[in-house]
T-cell receptor, first 114, second 110 residues
Framework: NAGVTQTPKFQVLKTGQSMTLQCAQD?????MYWYRQDPGMGLRLIYY???????DKGEVPNGYNVSRLNKREFSLRLESAAPSQTSVYFC?????????????FGQGTRLTVV | GQQLNQSPQSMFIQEGEDVSMNCTSS?????WLWYKQDPGEGPVLLIA?????ELTSNGRLTAQFGITRKDSFLNISASIPSDVGIYFC??????????FGKGTRLSVIA
């Protein structure tokens, strides 16, 4: 039972390149989230999905797109990477008895844009 | 948007000392949570609080949900080296995803 699996774990991109970060869960929860973590900034929400087929913007959505094609998978796409998108990206699911609580995190994807 | 003010930003303590950190906000929340992040890992949930005034313990950790629903604190008693890491508070009003504080970096000197 892996919980939340993120791929890749590390990635280096050149400015302007595109890539998709993958996230898959095996815990059968509806809500999934993408956060980015930067030094001294805590975790900031990029996008979230309350259920299959729905997505909503978070605090810092610019430069990103997401896709929730099924209950298990929630992907984050960078269409044209910029150095400001160098960060650690975390996918999470909500496992609490109350909606939107008790986020369970993946191991993270460490992205560097040069 | 909703923001959480977490303090202190960092702490250096001697092994065996007690630790206290807190989070405040101008917004009211229905849930407060505390997470710990080890280097190279994702945050892991330590304690979840669902009721104003609630005081909950998890081993050497104790957390409280403020009565005004605008704050929470986390205490760690008798710190040990493995307590090193970044501690985050988080909160939700139910109809919005969790918001996180900026973290408290804890260093323990043996």
């Amino acid at each position: 039972n892996a919980g939340v699996t993120q791929t890749p774990k590390f990635q280096v991109l050149k400015t302007g390149q595109s890539m998709t970060l993958q996230c898959a869960q095996d815990m059968n929860h509806n809500s999934m989230y993408w956060y980015r973590q930067d030094p001294g900034m805590g975790l900031r929400l990029i996008y979230y999905s309350a259920s299959e087929g729905t997505t909503d913007k978070g605090e810092v959505p610019n430069g990103y797109n997401v896709s929730r094609l099924n209950k298990r998978e929630f992907s984050l796409r960078l269409e044209s990477a910029a150095p400001s998108q160098t960060s650690v990206y975390f996918c999470a699911i909500a496992t609490g008895k109350v909606v939107n609580t008790e986020a369970f995190f993946g191991q993270g994807t460490r992205l560097t844009v040069v | 948007g909703q923001q959480l003010n977490q303090s202190p930003q960092s702490m250096f303590i001697q092994e065996g000392e007690d630790v206290s950190m807190n989070c405040t906000s101008s917004s009211i929340f229905n849930t407060w949570l505390w997470y710990k992040q080890d280097p190279g890992e994702g945050p892991v949930l330590l304690i979840a609080l669902y009721k104003a005034g609630e005081l909950t313990s998890n081993g050497r950790l104790t957390a409280q949900f403020g009565i005004t629903r605008k704050d929470s604190f986390l205490n760690i008693s008798a710190s040990i080296p493995s307590d090193v890491g970044i501690y985050f508070c988080a909160a939700s009003s139910g109809n919005t995803p969790l918001v996180f504080g900026k973290g408290t970096r804890l260093s323990v000197i043996a």
